[in-house]
């Protein structure tokens, strides 16, 4: 198991990003993963009702392609991450600081599924305006952002991040409960989660990961106080040496 304190010590945001956040791989292959995962949030984040003030990102990790969608329906954003170096590669594309990644392929894949191309730089803006805190976080805290109490957002949001952060399914059951506080009563969850996965790697580096069927999710998500609204699985059938994952959960549960 990678514990977290790995995640600080060697988790290099860069090569995540070189390595999962391109549309294209090394080898010119399209990144099936990616794009399966753009159009399950662009899916999810479409459903009625799931709109609001404020939503929590938990786990956000160096990553922005998960709020490309939800910024067109929430107002103010918080990501929350546990590794340092994570949230500061985050914040150099906030602040549009030089030698931040580039997402503006991804955000133009976004802008096509939502219908116009041409409106990325539009979007990019949007969520740099919305973004409006960048916090440490432990899931496996009561309070997740301890010593800081965040008010209860309407939507958390969370992809692939639980099944990385939790040693069994019993850690797994209790962070959801605990993640379960940031949000209202009525306010939502959306995950990103992989199935039958038990380790990820790149830049020579393995990491751990918690083999979670379907029902394994789902049940923990509605013993944490959720109803399960929406839930899709999408095949992952690309023969892939850095990883084992066999399918990505997308999941929507009102609380
Ligand atoms: N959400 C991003 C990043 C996933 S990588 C994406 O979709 O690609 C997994 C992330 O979980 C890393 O950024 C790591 O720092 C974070 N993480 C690991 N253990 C954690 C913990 N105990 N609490 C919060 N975040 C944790």
């Given at each position: 198991f990678t514990e977290a304190e790995v995640y600080q010590q060697s988790f290099d945001p860069r090569e995540y990003l070189k390595e999962?956040?391109?549309?294209?791989?090394?080898?010119?292959?399209?990144?099936?993963?990616?794009t399966q995962n753009l159009r399950t949030l662009f899916k999810m984040f479409s459903l009625d009702g799931l709109s609001g003030d404020t939503l929590i990102d938990?786990?956000?990790?160096?990553?922005?392609?998960?709020?490309?969608?939800?910024?067109?329906?929430?107002?103010?954003?918080?990501?929350?991450?546990?590794?340092?170096?994570?949230?500061?590669?985050?914040?150099?594309w906030l602040k549009n600081e030089a030698g931040a990644f580039d997402w503006m392929p991804v955000?133009?894949?976004?802008?096509?599924?939502?219908?116009?191309?041409?409106?990325?730089?539009?979007?990019?803006?949007?969520?740099?305006?919305?973004?409006k805190e960048v916090l440490k976080c432990d899931v496996t805290k009561a309070n997740?952002?301890?010593?800081?109490?965040?008010?209860?957002?309407?939507?958390?949001?969370?992809?692939?991040?639980?099944?990385?952060?939790?040693k069994d399914l019993a850690t797994f059951r209790s962070a959801l409960r605990n993640i379960s506080?940031?949000?209202?009563?009525?306010?939502?969850?959306?995950?990103?989660?992989?199935?039958?996965?038990?380790?990820?790697?790149?830049?020579?580096?393995?990491?751990?990961?918690l083999y979670l069927e379907r029902s394994m999710v789902e049940d923990a998500v509605e013993g944490a106080g959720f109803d399960v609204k929406f839930s899709e699985v999408q095949p992952y059938l690309s023969s892939d040496i850095r990883t084992d994952c066999e399918a990505v959960l997308g999941l929507v549960a009102r609380r």
């Open positions: 999962y956040y391109t549309l294209t791989d090394s080898q010119g292959r399209p990144n099936t993963f990616l938990v786990g956000c990790g160096p990553t922005i392609y998960q709020l490309l969608s939800a910024c067109e329906r929430f107002e103010e954003i918080i990501a929350l991450d546990y590794t340092d170096q994570n949230r500061r590669e985050l914040e150099k955000v133009k894949y976004v802008c096509e599924l939502e219908g116009d191309r041409e409106k990325w730089a539009e979007k990019e803006e949007k969520l740099r305006k919305k973004v997740p952002t301890d010593p800081v109490s965040l008010p209860p957002a309407d939507c958390v949001l969370s992809t692939l991040c639980l099944e990385g952060a939790c506080a940031l949000v209202k009563p009525g306010g939502h969850l959306v995950m990103v989660t992989v199935l039958r996965e038990t380790y990820y790697a790149f830049n020579k580096q393995v990491f751990s990961c």
